[in-house]
Structure formats: C-alpha cells, structure tokens
C-alpha cells in the first residue's frame, strides 16, 4: 500500500486549508464555430485561516477559440502540429496558451502552445504521446497565471504571505506578492507574475492572519465545463482538486479520478487546516473508495476549492470531472 508521507514536504514552509465563503455568477454565453467562451463566468471567496492550506482554483481562462483539426502531423523535431482551417489568426497570438482536446485519449489534456502561424499551431508533446489525430475538436485558452488568478494580491501580507507550487520533480517553490509594483515574485525577488497555474493543480496559501481570497477577480474567471486531465507522478505529492466552484462542496467519488488510481495501492489523502496534519487516507478497492477501516468513503465531502493529494507509484493521468450545469 502507498500512503502519502509528509517527509516529502520537508522544505515546505507552514501551511493551512479553508472553505467556500460566498459565491457570486454572472450568466456569460457567446459562441461561434471558431471561437467560444466557457457558458459561466463570475467568482467565489474562500476563507482561508492562518497557517497553511491546499487549494485548487475551480476557474480557467476564456475558450479563445475552438475548432476542429484538419490535419495532425509531427514536426521535423517530432512535436505535433495541428493545423485548422482558416482559423483567422496571425502569427504568435498564443505566448501563454494552451491547447486541449475534446476527444480521444487526450481529451482534457492542456498542451502548451509552443508557438503558431496563421493555421497551425506546434504544441509541446507528439501526436502518438496525446493521441491527437485529424478532425479532432480542440479548445484554446490562456494558461492560469499567479497573476491571473490573483491579480491584487488576495489580500495576501506583501512579502510575507506565501503561494506555493509543487513541480513534477517534487521541487517546491514560494511566491510573494510584490506590492510596490503589484507583481508576484519568487524568493530572488525574480518577476513570478507569469507563473503558470495548470488546469487542476493544486496550490498552498501560508499566511500570517485569517483572510478571504477572492478567485475570479482577474482574467482566470471561467468555469470549465470540459473534462480536465493531469498527470500524476509518482512518489511527487500531487495537489489537485474538483474544478468546480458551483457547490459547497464536492465528494471524492465526484472527482472523477477513481478509476485511474490502482487498487489499494494508490492513495487519496486530506489535510488539516493550519497545521496540514493529514485527515483521512483513502484507497480504491476497484470500485469505490475505502478509508482506514475500510467503510465505503464515496460520499466523504470536500469543500469547495480544496485541494487534496493523490499519491501514486508509477507516473499516470488523471481525469477530474467536468462541472455539471443545470439549465
């Protein structure tokens, strides 16, 4: 049996958890063959407590465009190129975008945008690694940025109050907000605003004192309403959490990954706010989840934007469920 291990963590700083305080949606809804916006856009609070917490951002930037492949093939180096019919862009319109497919083994799946002409775009795996082939559908967005989910500040303490990722290394890294100029930056007081937030990856808030962070002040303000995929890595504490700020919460068999982890073996595991003890330890037996006495823990509640860790021993995606919006 896997269980997650804390000593992975051993340089992290102090961290803390929190719920959903206040929601508040506007009704957004304009779309086009070549280009749409995801159906709701608004924001919601989150009460975060001093200490340390794991979070998980429920919103995505706009669908910039959406449209189908004419053709998939590999560039001389091997990256895909996909090229659309008289999409009607001009060279680099997409420095910090990605592109995500709506069907086949990569449905969900952000691929950067390395780079782009006038009808094609050169994306960061090979066509057989994402599976991607001709008429499929693709949607392209702006990546999450710190500056994008956090445009001033959160509220966070300047120079004190902390943000922090989780690589695919394992390696972690601190961000500060930057007051004087309104910029995040990183512990070499390096320009961070541009950090990129994946779809689905959790994060870690430490601050000083109780605050409420409003997410969806800045252009990361969508709800996605596709299925997101991640990848997991192994014996790496992976942070993630259901992308879906409509609800006061979620449950783990809602989060759609269950039939990717391997039974009794890979683990879902909650933390504790302020002191990030873990709370619960939870194996897949197959069909549903178990905690430590083995009684069935489907329906165990995740607060809204809450992030949990999913720890795995061999490298793996994961698929979270999209959000379900009712008519």
Request: glycine residues 10%.
């Given at each position: 049996?896997?269980?997650?291990?804390?000593?992975?963590?051993?340089?992290?700083?102090?961290?803390?958890?929190?719920?959903?305080?206040?929601?508040?949606?506007?009704?957004?809804?304009?779309?086009?063959?070549?280009?749409?916006?995801?159906?709701?856009?608004?924001?919601?609070?989150?009460?975060?407590?001093?200490?340390?917490?794991?979070?998980?951002?429920?919103l995505?930037?706009?669908?910039?465009y959406?449209?189908?492949?004419?053709?998939?093939?590999?560039?001389?180096?091997?990256?895909?190129?996909?090229?659309?019919?008289?999409?009607?862009?001009?060279?680099?319109?997409?420095?910090?975008?990605?592109?995500?497919?709506?069907?086949?083994?990569?449905?969900?799946?952000?691929?950067?945008?390395?780079?782009?002409?006038?009808?094609?775009?050169?994306l960061n795996?090979?066509?057989?690694?994402?599976?991607?082939?001709?008429?499929?559908?693709?949607?392209?967005?702006?990546?999450?940025?710190?500056?994008?989910?956090?445009?001033?500040?959160?509220?966070?303490?300047?120079?004190?109050?902390?943000?922090?990722?989780?690589?695919?290394?394992?390696?972690?890294?601190?961000y500060?907000?930057?007051?004087?100029?309104?910029?995040?930056?990183?512990?070499?007081?390096?320009?961070a605003?541009?950090?990129?937030?994946?779809?689905?990856?959790?994060?870690?808030?430490?601050?000083?004192?109780?605050?409420?962070?409003?997410?969806?002040?800045?252009?990361?303000?969508?709800?996605?309403?596709?299925?997101?995929?991640?990848?997991?890595?192994?014996?790496?504490?992976?942070?993630t959490?259901?992308?879906?700020?409509?609800?006061?919460?979620?449950?783990?068999?809602?989060?759609?990954?269950?039939?990717?982890?391997?039974?009794?073996?890979?683990?879902?595991?909650?933390?504790?706010?302020?002191?990030?003890?873990?709370?619960?330890?939870?194996?897949?037996?197959?069909?549903?989840?178990?905690?430590?006495?083995?009684?069935?823990?489907?329906?165990?509640?995740?607060?809204?934007?809450?992030?949990?860790?999913?720890?795995?021993?061999?490298?793996?995606?994961?698929?979270?469920?999209?959000?379900?919006?009712?008519?």
């Amino acid at each position: 049996m896997n269980v997650f291990s804390f000593d992975r963590l051993a340089a992290a700083p102090l961290w803390r958890a929190a719920l959903v305080a206040a929601m508040g949606w506007l009704p957004f809804s304009t779309a086009t063959t070549q280009a749409a916006n995801s159906s709701i856009v608004g924001f919601y609070n989150v009460t975060v407590p001093v200490g340390n917490s794991a979070w998980v951002s429920g919103l995505v930037g706009a669908d910039v465009y959406q449209g189908t492949a004419a053709s998939v093939t590999a560039d001389v180096d091997g990256k895909a190129l996909v090229t659309f019919t008289l999409p009607g862009w001009s060279g680099g319109d997409f420095p910090l975008h990605y592109a995500e497919p709506q069907s086949g083994s990569g449905t969900g799946l952000a691929l950067d945008i390395l780079s782009n002409t006038t009808d094609t775009l050169k994306l960061n795996t090979t066509p057989a690694a994402a599976g991607l082939t001709n008429g499929m559908v693709f949607i392209i967005r702006k990546h999450a940025t710190l500056r994008g989910l956090l445009p001033d500040g959160g509220g966070f303490q300047p120079f004190q109050d902390t943000i922090t990722l989780i690589g695919p290394d394992g390696a972690q890294k601190n961000y500060f907000f930057n007051s004087l100029n309104s910029t995040w930056i990183d512990v070499l007081l390096n320009d961070a605003s541009n950090v990129v937030v994946r779809p689905g990856q959790g994060f870690i808030f430490q601050v000083g004192a109780p605050l409420t962070v409003t997410l969806g002040k800045g252009e990361i303000a969508y709800v996605k309403t596709t299925a997101t995929q991640i990848t997991a890595t192994a014996k790496v504490p992976n942070l993630t959490g259901a992308l879906n700020p409509l609800n006061a919460s979620t449950t783990l068999i809602s989060l759609g990954i269950l039939g990717n982890l391997q039974p009794f073996n890979d683990s879902v595991v909650t933390l504790n706010p302020g002191n990030f003890n873990q709370t619960g330890t939870f194996l897949s037996d197959g069909t549903d989840y178990r905690d430590s006495f083995f009684n069935n823990a489907d329906s165990f509640a995740l607060p809204t934007g809450v992030s949990v860790v999913v720890d795995v021993d061999t490298t793996k995606n994961l698929i979270l469920s999209p959000v379900v919006v009712g008519p």
